[in-house]
Protein backbone atom coordinates (compact mmCIF):
# COMPACT_ATOMS: atom_id res chain seq x y z
CA UNK A 1 0.00 0.00 0.00
CA UNK A 2 2.58 2.60 0.69
CA UNK A 3 5.85 2.81 -1.57
CA UNK A 4 8.90 4.42 -1.41
CA UNK A 5 9.99 7.41 -4.36
CA UNK A 6 12.56 9.32 -5.08
CA UNK A 7 11.78 12.97 -3.30
CA UNK A 8 10.35 15.20 -6.19
CA UNK A 9 13.23 17.76 -6.87
CA UNK A 10 11.60 20.39 -6.09
CA UNK A 11 11.19 18.97 -2.04
CA UNK A 12 14.42 18.67 -1.54
CA UNK A 13 15.35 22.64 -0.53
CA UNK A 14 11.67 24.55 0.44
CA UNK A 15 11.64 28.59 -0.80
CA UNK A 16 9.02 30.88 -1.55
CA UNK A 17 9.90 31.19 -5.27
CA UNK A 18 8.89 27.32 -5.72
CA UNK A 19 5.57 27.76 -3.44
CA UNK A 20 4.20 29.37 -6.61
CA UNK A 21 1.58 27.36 -8.14
CA UNK A 22 1.88 26.11 -12.09
CA UNK A 23 -0.53 28.69 -13.21
CA UNK A 24 1.67 31.29 -11.76
CA UNK A 25 4.88 29.31 -13.26
CA UNK A 26 3.25 29.92 -16.60
CA UNK A 27 2.59 34.23 -16.06
CA UNK A 28 -0.13 35.19 -14.99
CA UNK A 29 -1.10 38.95 -16.05
CA UNK A 30 -4.74 38.78 -15.19
CA UNK A 31 -6.58 36.75 -12.84
CA UNK A 32 -10.95 36.21 -13.00
CA UNK A 33 -12.56 35.74 -9.68
CA UNK A 34 -14.77 32.49 -9.87
CA UNK A 35 -17.34 34.50 -7.47
CA UNK A 36 -18.05 38.08 -8.54
CA UNK A 37 -16.03 37.96 -11.95
CA UNK A 38 -13.77 40.71 -11.10
CA UNK A 39 -10.44 40.44 -13.24
CA UNK A 40 -7.95 41.11 -11.05
CA UNK A 41 -4.07 42.07 -11.91
CA UNK A 42 -2.05 38.38 -11.47
CA UNK A 43 0.40 40.45 -9.28
CA UNK A 44 -1.66 42.79 -6.65
CA UNK A 45 -3.58 39.27 -6.57
CA UNK A 46 -0.58 37.42 -5.78
CA UNK A 47 0.80 40.21 -3.15
CA UNK A 48 -2.84 39.69 -0.95
CA UNK A 49 -2.72 36.01 -0.63
CA UNK A 50 -4.57 35.08 -3.49
CA UNK A 51 -8.00 37.00 -1.80
CA UNK A 52 -10.14 38.83 -4.49
CA UNK A 53 -9.72 42.41 -3.32
CA UNK A 54 -13.36 43.27 -4.60
CA UNK A 55 -15.44 40.15 -3.05
CA UNK A 56 -12.92 38.91 -0.54
CA UNK A 57 -13.19 35.29 -2.27
CA UNK A 58 -10.39 32.97 -0.94
CA UNK A 59 -8.77 31.37 -3.56
CA UNK A 60 -7.08 27.50 -3.44
CA UNK A 61 -3.34 27.60 -2.93
CA UNK A 62 -1.08 24.88 -2.92
CA UNK A 63 0.36 23.03 -0.06
CA UNK A 64 3.45 24.61 -0.31
CA UNK A 65 1.69 28.21 -0.58
CA UNK A 66 -0.07 27.22 2.52
CA UNK A 67 3.38 26.54 4.01
CA UNK A 68 5.03 29.45 3.17
CA UNK A 69 2.03 32.02 4.64
CA UNK A 70 1.89 30.07 7.52
CA UNK A 71 5.39 29.17 8.75
CA UNK A 72 8.90 31.51 9.60
CA UNK A 73 11.00 31.24 6.49
CA UNK A 74 13.43 28.74 5.97
CA UNK A 75 11.63 26.96 9.07
CA UNK A 76 10.13 24.00 7.91
CA UNK A 77 11.46 20.74 7.24
CA UNK A 78 9.68 18.04 5.03
CA UNK A 79 9.20 14.58 6.47
CA UNK A 80 8.23 11.51 4.61
CA UNK A 81 8.78 13.06 1.00
CA UNK A 82 9.41 10.20 -0.71
CA UNK A 83 6.47 8.55 0.63
CA UNK A 84 4.28 6.91 -2.14
CA UNK A 85 1.43 4.57 -2.73
CA UNK A 86 1.25 1.34 -4.32
CA UNK A 87 -2.00 -0.15 -6.24
CA UNK A 88 -3.40 -2.63 -3.88
CA UNK A 89 -6.88 -2.88 -5.86
CA UNK A 90 -5.00 -2.92 -9.27
CA UNK A 91 -8.03 -0.49 -9.73
CA UNK A 92 -9.07 0.38 -13.40
CA UNK A 93 -12.02 2.13 -14.21
CA UNK A 94 -12.80 2.66 -17.75
CA UNK A 95 -16.10 3.70 -18.60
CA UNK A 96 -17.15 3.78 -22.26
CA UNK A 97 -16.70 7.54 -22.70
CA UNK A 98 -13.26 7.64 -20.43
CA UNK A 99 -11.55 4.99 -22.47
CA UNK A 100 -8.90 7.09 -22.38
CA UNK A 101 -8.27 7.32 -19.27
CA UNK A 102 -5.46 6.01 -17.69
CA UNK A 103 -5.20 3.71 -14.70
CA UNK A 104 -4.71 4.32 -11.17
CA UNK A 105 -0.85 3.16 -11.07
CA UNK A 106 -0.40 5.52 -14.66
CA UNK A 107 -2.50 8.35 -13.38
CA UNK A 108 -0.22 8.52 -10.03
CA UNK A 109 2.74 9.08 -12.03
CA UNK A 110 0.58 11.83 -14.15
CA UNK A 111 -0.16 13.62 -10.81
CA UNK A 112 3.33 13.57 -9.42
CA UNK A 113 4.85 15.42 -12.26
CA UNK A 114 2.04 17.47 -12.15
CA UNK A 115 2.05 19.12 -9.14
CA UNK A 116 5.95 18.19 -8.49
CA UNK A 117 5.15 16.33 -5.32
CA UNK A 118 4.71 12.91 -4.06
CA UNK A 119 1.27 12.96 -2.86
CA UNK A 120 -2.18 15.24 -1.57
CA UNK A 121 -0.43 16.05 1.98
CA UNK A 122 3.06 18.06 2.63
CA UNK A 123 4.05 17.26 6.18
CA UNK A 124 6.81 18.20 8.40
CA UNK A 125 7.90 20.72 11.40
CA UNK A 126 8.58 24.37 11.27
CA UNK A 127 8.06 27.50 13.60
CA UNK A 128 5.21 30.13 13.81
CA UNK A 129 7.08 33.23 15.37
CA UNK A 130 9.99 30.92 16.85
CA UNK A 131 7.51 28.33 18.36
CA UNK A 132 7.87 24.83 16.74
CA UNK A 133 5.43 22.65 15.95
CA UNK A 134 4.14 19.31 13.93
CA UNK A 135 2.45 19.98 10.40
CA UNK A 136 -0.05 18.60 7.51
CA UNK A 137 -0.83 20.64 4.64
CA UNK A 138 -3.24 18.68 2.21
CA UNK A 139 -3.38 20.01 -1.57
CA UNK A 140 -6.30 20.19 -3.56
CA UNK A 141 -4.37 19.62 -6.92
CA UNK A 142 -2.94 16.65 -6.10
CA UNK A 143 -6.15 14.46 -7.29
CA UNK A 144 -8.96 17.13 -5.35
CA UNK A 145 -6.70 16.08 -2.23
CA UNK A 146 -7.97 12.97 -1.54
CA UNK A 147 -7.20 10.49 0.94
CA UNK A 148 -5.09 7.66 0.09
CA UNK A 149 -3.64 5.22 1.95
CA UNK A 150 -0.07 7.28 2.45
CA UNK A 151 -1.92 10.60 3.23
CA UNK A 152 -3.73 8.94 6.16
CA UNK A 153 -0.37 7.38 6.97
CA UNK A 154 1.73 10.60 6.67
CA UNK A 155 -0.54 12.63 8.72
CA UNK A 156 -0.67 9.95 11.38
CA UNK A 157 3.35 9.74 11.24
CA UNK A 158 3.18 13.75 11.87
CA UNK A 159 1.00 13.48 14.84
CA UNK A 160 3.17 10.41 16.55
CA UNK A 161 6.51 12.80 15.62
CA UNK A 162 4.44 15.37 17.56
CA UNK A 163 4.09 12.92 20.53
CA UNK A 164 7.62 12.19 20.47
CA UNK A 165 8.95 15.89 20.28
CA UNK A 166 6.17 17.35 22.47
CA UNK A 167 4.56 19.56 19.67
CA UNK A 168 1.79 20.41 18.90
CA UNK A 169 0.45 19.48 15.64
CA UNK A 170 -1.64 22.02 12.67
CA UNK A 171 -3.35 19.49 10.19
CA UNK A 172 -4.68 22.33 7.24
CA UNK A 173 -7.04 19.91 5.73
CA UNK A 174 -8.39 20.27 1.53
CA UNK A 175 -10.07 17.64 0.16
CA UNK A 176 -12.96 15.59 -2.08
CA UNK A 177 -12.85 12.55 0.63
CA UNK A 178 -11.56 9.22 0.79
CA UNK A 179 -10.06 7.92 -2.75
CA UNK A 180 -12.30 5.49 -4.46
CA UNK A 181 -9.34 3.70 -5.71
CA UNK A 182 -7.71 2.48 -2.56
CA UNK A 183 -11.43 1.35 -1.07
CA UNK A 184 -11.44 0.29 2.19
CA UNK A 185 -7.62 1.18 2.80
CA UNK A 186 -8.60 4.73 2.10
CA UNK A 187 -11.40 4.41 4.51
CA UNK A 188 -9.43 2.63 6.99
CA UNK A 189 -7.50 5.86 6.90
CA UNK A 190 -10.17 7.47 9.40
CA UNK A 191 -9.66 4.92 11.63
CA UNK A 192 -6.51 5.61 11.99
CA UNK A 193 -5.77 9.37 11.98
CA UNK A 194 -8.71 9.58 14.50
CA UNK A 195 -6.98 7.14 16.53
CA UNK A 196 -3.92 9.30 16.79
CA UNK A 197 -5.49 12.11 17.38
CA UNK A 198 -7.01 10.59 20.35
CA UNK A 199 -2.90 9.33 21.72
CA UNK A 200 -2.38 13.00 21.04
CA UNK A 201 -4.83 14.15 23.55
CA UNK A 202 -3.90 11.76 26.06
CA UNK A 203 -0.28 13.33 26.06
CA UNK A 204 -1.86 17.03 26.61
CA UNK A 205 -0.73 18.51 23.04
CA UNK A 206 -2.95 20.36 21.17
CA UNK A 207 -4.28 19.92 17.97
CA UNK A 208 -5.21 23.16 15.22
CA UNK A 209 -7.26 21.83 12.39
CA UNK A 210 -7.47 24.66 9.92
CA UNK A 211 -10.64 23.99 7.21
CA UNK A 212 -9.79 25.45 3.69
CA UNK A 213 -12.17 24.65 0.62
CA UNK A 214 -12.70 22.33 0.12
CA UNK A 215 -13.34 20.10 2.74
CA UNK A 216 -15.59 17.34 2.32
CA UNK A 217 -15.99 13.73 2.59
CA UNK A 218 -13.92 11.26 4.93
CA UNK A 219 -11.52 13.81 6.02
CA UNK A 220 -14.48 15.70 7.56
CA UNK A 221 -15.65 13.15 8.94
CA UNK A 222 -12.55 12.42 10.45
CA UNK A 223 -9.61 14.55 11.63
CA UNK A 224 -10.75 17.43 9.95
CA UNK A 225 -13.44 18.19 12.50
CA UNK A 226 -10.94 16.79 15.63
CA UNK A 227 -9.23 19.52 16.44
CA UNK A 228 -8.91 21.10 20.14
CA UNK A 229 -9.65 24.26 17.65
CA UNK A 230 -11.11 24.25 14.24
CA UNK A 231 -10.56 26.88 12.09
CA UNK A 232 -11.92 28.06 8.25
CA UNK A 233 -11.33 30.23 5.84
CA UNK A 234 -14.41 32.49 4.90
CA UNK A 235 -16.44 30.86 2.22
CA UNK A 236 -14.86 27.53 2.23
CA UNK A 237 -17.28 24.44 1.30
CA UNK A 238 -17.30 22.89 4.63
CA UNK A 239 -19.84 19.66 4.65
CA UNK A 240 -19.38 15.65 4.25
CA UNK A 241 -21.78 15.68 1.15
CA UNK A 242 -20.90 18.10 -1.89
CA UNK A 243 -23.81 20.10 -2.98
CA UNK A 244 -25.10 18.63 -6.08
CA UNK A 245 -25.05 14.97 -4.50
CA UNK A 246 -27.09 16.25 -1.93
CA UNK A 247 -29.47 18.18 -4.29
CA UNK A 248 -29.48 14.58 -7.05
CA UNK A 249 -30.59 12.42 -4.18
CA UNK A 250 -32.92 14.59 -2.71
CA UNK A 251 -34.19 16.36 -5.93
CA UNK A 252 -34.80 19.57 -4.17
CA UNK A 253 -32.26 22.88 -4.33
CA UNK A 254 -30.12 23.82 -1.73
CA UNK A 255 -30.28 27.44 -0.14
CA UNK A 256 -27.17 29.78 -0.64
CA UNK A 257 -24.54 29.70 1.43
CA UNK A 258 -25.88 26.65 3.67
CA UNK A 259 -22.51 24.33 3.73
CA UNK A 260 -19.62 26.42 4.09
CA UNK A 261 -17.76 27.57 6.50
CA UNK A 262 -19.97 30.73 7.57
CA UNK A 263 -23.06 28.36 8.33
CA UNK A 264 -20.67 26.04 9.95
CA UNK A 265 -19.83 28.97 12.67
CA UNK A 266 -23.46 30.00 13.13
CA UNK A 267 -24.35 26.30 14.02
CA UNK A 268 -21.13 25.78 16.58
CA UNK A 269 -19.47 22.86 14.09
CA UNK A 270 -16.34 25.29 14.47
CA UNK A 271 -14.78 27.76 16.30
CA UNK A 272 -14.25 30.60 14.11
CA UNK A 273 -13.30 31.57 10.84
CA UNK A 274 -10.39 33.64 9.85
CA UNK A 275 -9.15 35.69 6.81
CA UNK A 276 -6.20 34.80 5.03
CA UNK A 277 -4.45 37.75 6.01
CA UNK A 278 -4.74 36.52 9.81
CA UNK A 279 -4.24 33.14 9.83
CA UNK A 280 -0.69 33.19 11.14
CA UNK A 281 -1.15 35.95 13.82
CA UNK A 282 -4.10 33.70 14.62
CA UNK A 283 -2.22 30.21 15.00
CA UNK A 284 0.68 32.53 16.50
CA UNK A 285 -1.85 33.48 19.74
CA UNK A 286 -3.02 29.94 19.94
CA UNK A 287 0.39 28.55 20.06
CA UNK A 288 1.28 31.12 22.81
CA UNK A 289 -2.49 30.06 24.65
CA UNK A 290 -0.98 26.32 24.62
CA UNK A 291 2.18 26.75 25.78
CA UNK A 292 1.57 25.62 29.55
CA UNK A 293 -0.04 22.76 27.99
CA UNK A 294 3.76 21.24 26.15
CA UNK A 295 5.70 21.33 28.60
Known amino acids: MVKEAAAPSNSATFSAARA ?42 TARERITLLVDSNSFEETDATMIPGDPLKFTARPANMANQPDYANKLIEERQKAGQNEAVVSGIATVDGQPLALAVMDFHFMGG ?12 TIELAIERQLPVLVVSTSGGARMQE ?12 AALAKLGEA ?3 YFSLLTDPTTGGVSASFAFLGDVILAEPGALVCFTGPRVIEGFMHIKLPEGTINSNFALEHGMIDTVVHRHELRQTLSRLLTMYAPSTK
Open 20 to 61: QSSLTAMGNIVVKCPKCKEILYGRDWEKNQKVCSRCNHHFRL
Open 146 to 157: SMGSVVGEKITR
Open 183 to 194: GIFSLMQMAKTS
Open 204 to 206: GLP
